[in-house]
């Protein structure tokens, strides 16, 4: 049963959905390595808040994609917003918080790291080669390009046909988005941008997710012709579906937005304050 449910995710019923956990043996090594690695790198000096926000980054990376919901985002396009929200606003800030490179370099294996360190030479992965990386426009503008760009009506019904493809949109959701949340959030000043700015590039981020959303939410037709079959024995209609998805990209994801800009001025005032105490303390 559960090898039917994994090669076909759209064609199972509600009763199946507790036997449809994604046991992908790559997806799986992958998190294994990943925490191996961290745990071996990890130093007593590294902050143990940045451990929990690695590990909770992992815990929501396993949820979106080898629980059920990735079944089930194979029948409820509700579902599949629900996996990209938990990518996008919860799992990317978690690793830009954590800043795990240097551990997960560092806890590599001598072998693992020196191949890395070739292949990043033949391909140029320098520090100028990568600073558009560090660039928060350029950094913005790629990652709502790929949201955008996956929620169209092609590229979205060909990752769902397609393993290889839903597999690159996801990472490409996560990549650009940690990213994104680096250069606004990040746990090291390197590249991280002011606070005011940061609350400007969150403020654009979600004002895009509202528009995108709104324009899924209040649609008189589906997007998506590959939920057409699918969304009945869940007790929605295609059209309803998406509109939930709209929904959930709306408001769950704004709500995150929202308390990152809100973090962000409180802790600019602070920092404004401690700078105007500071003269005073000192005569």
Do not use: K
Not at 129 to 149: D, E, K, Q, Y
Not at 237 to 260: F, R, S, T
């Amino acid at each position: 049963m559960l090898t039917a449910i994994l090669a076909h995710p759209g064609a199972f019923q509600p009763h199946d959905l507790w036997a449809a956990w994604r046991l992908d043996p790559v997806l799986l090594t992958g998190l294994f390595v990943t925490v191996w690695a961290y745990r071996r790198g990890r130093r007593r000096d590294t902050d143990a808040w940045r451990g929990r926000c690695f590990a909770g980054a992992l815990a929501v990376v396993g949820v979106a994609l080898v629980s059920p919901l990735d079944a089930l985002s194979g029948a409820l396009a509700s579902a599949h917003m629900v996996q990209h929200v938990l990518l996008l606003v919860v799992a990317a800030p978690l690793l830009a918080l954590a800043a795990p490179s240097t551990t997960l370099l560092r806890g590599s294996p001598r072998a693992a790291r020196r191949a890395s360190a070739r292949v990043s030479r033949r391909l140029r992965f320098n520090r100028r080669n990568l600073r558009v990386l560090h660039n928060p426009i350029a950094v913005w503008l790629l990652h709502v390009g790929t949201l955008w760009f996956w929620h169209a009506a092609v590229p979205y019904g060909a990752a769902l046909q397609s393993h290889a493809l839903h597999v690159l949109e996801h990472a490409s959701f996560l990549a650009t988005a940690w990213a994104f949340w680096y250069v606004v959030i990040g746990a090291r000043a390197v590249g991280r941008v002011s606070h005011g700015f940061g609350v400007l590039l969150v403020f654009a981020m979600a004002m895009q997710s509202v528009f995108l959303s709104a324009l899924l939410t209040f649609a008189r037709t589906p997007w998506y012709p590959g939920y057409a079959a699918t969304t009945a024995p869940w007790g929605l209609d295609p059209l309803a579906d998406q509109q939930l998805a709209g929904v959930i990209m709306w408001i769950p994801a704004g709500l995150v937005y929202l308390a990152v800009a809100l973090t962000l001025i409180v802790t600019w005032i602070r920092l404004a304050e401690r700078e105007e105490m500071a003269p005073v303390s000192g005569t």
